[in-house]
């Protein structure tokens, strides 16, 4: 049987983990003019390892670092 990696299922498990925490904020959606979905939508489509989202606390927290900085290049 094959091992599955155990991913975390929050934000708050994902900072234990050391995975990137990116603090998206409202001024970045209207700057941009783009909603949560499409933030997820891009960051699905470009992201090459696992992220975690939340849209209440309105963060993100990604297991690589080359994709917390290339989302933060992106959009911040």
């Given amino acids: 049987m094959k091992k599955r990696k ?3 299922r929050s934000i708050r498990g994902a900072e234990r983990r050391g995975y990137i925490v990116v603090d998206v904020s409202n001024n ?3 700057k941009f ?3 949560w979905l499409g933030l ?3 960051t ?3 992201a090459k390892h696992h992220y975690i ?3 209440v606390q ?3 927290a990604f297991e690589s670092e080359e994709d917390a900085s290339f989302f933060m290049l992106k959009w911040c």
């Fill in 6 to 8: 155990n991913y975390p």
């Fill in 28 to 30: 970045i959606l209207d």
């Fill in 33 to 35: 003019n783009v909603s």
């Fill in 40 to 42: 997820v939508i891009w």
């Fill in 44 to 46: 699905d489509r470009c």
């Fill in 53 to 55: 989202n939340n849209f």
């Fill in 58 to 60: 309105r963060k993100m």
